[in-house]
């Protein structure tokens, strides 16, 4: 099979589904396929929930087709899969997503056809875990009537910068021939460049690593933010005379949520699991940003009581409710963990004007406010660093607080000297 004989289809329109799409559909026939119907209409009226990309973005990708009728897939012989993976409540995998997703592709795979996971998964899912779902559903032969390759999403919500063209792509195949052609097949997208890996599996830990590294940077700077702090000594003082070292990587303390860094790492732990193997450092890291909302609240308490605030029944703000900056994902957002702590004792009010108040509701029942009151809280987190919060400014913040009250800035977005506490 020639790269021009590709009929692409994206299986999941969301973070990393829409842009991918979009991307292909500038260069060749694409489909689109969400099962959301209501996903689907608002797409091909050029709007995009998620606010990753622009309705001319959208429109622009001219060789694009959107539907969530499954039966359309059944003309294409290259799918793409990018559901999510996300973990349930015992931090164990939840491939339900993936599962139904490849159950579907079963379905209508025909011989020669390509199937290409991009959802982040523990080394050897795609062969020993969806492989045998296509198999079983198709009635064909892996290697033989069909084919897979991984190519891990490398999207970061929220960041204009480094936008999906701009990051190199890690390919791979189920066999020599198929591995070249998924790594042509991206290089047609990514002027960034593409690594073509030695095998799917190395392709799949290659990402969960990526983000296992990372939680477990920031869970060593959480730590050391404790530290310091029962030191009394400014953590953010410390990492800028630390960082001029030229081989020193800078990372802040603070919460991780989302759907990769706080997931991942899950991912790879319980593979680890299934051979016996104990991972001591994954979990330790794990532990560490799993507590740090207990650890926020202790901290706002214990400041609270210095400045004489009566902690029960007090009002907080918090500024925030998105995972991470400039993005309206609230995905394992660790903000709902310091509210459900926070709520036990006081009322609490959310200011998030990047989230709609009906997908807060319905994913954590969290009506947010549309505005603050001024002069009205005790203590005001502000959680996450949107750009506009810092446009807000600490002036404009503080006057939703009362004359005596506590600013915790958990992410650094103003100087020390403007709030009480940092992390």
Known sequence: MHIKELKLCVIGLGY??????????KY????GFDINKERIESLKQGIDKTLEKSSFEIKNAKFLKLSSNESDIKNYNCYIVTVPTPIDKNNNPNLKPIRDATNLLGRYLKKNDIVIYESTVYPGCTEEFCVPILEERSNLKFNKDFFCGYSPERINPGDKEHKITDIKKV??????LISSLVDELYKQIIPAGTHKAKS???AEAAKVIENTQRDLNIALINE???LFNKLNIDTEAVLKAAETKWNFNSYRPG???????????????YKARQINFKPEIILAGRKINDNMPSHIVEELKREMK???IEFKNSNILILGLAFKENCNDIRNTQVFDIYKLLKKSCNVDIFDPLILSEESKKTY???LINKPQKNKYDSILIAVSHTIFREMGIREIKKYAKSNSVIYDLKYLFHKEESDIRL
């Open 365 to 367: 029942k969290i009506e």
């Open 255 to 269: 919460l991780v949520g989302g759907h990769c860094i706080s997931v991942d790492p899950y991912y790879l732990t």
């Open 306 to 308: 210095i400045k004489k």
């Open 171 to 176: 390919t791979s195949g189920s066999n020599e």
């Open 200 to 202: 799917i599996k190395i």
């Open 16 to 25: 990393v589904g829409l842009p991918l799409s979009i991307e292909f559909g």
């Open 28 to 31: 060749r026939e694409t489909l």
């Open 224 to 226: 050391l933010s404790i």
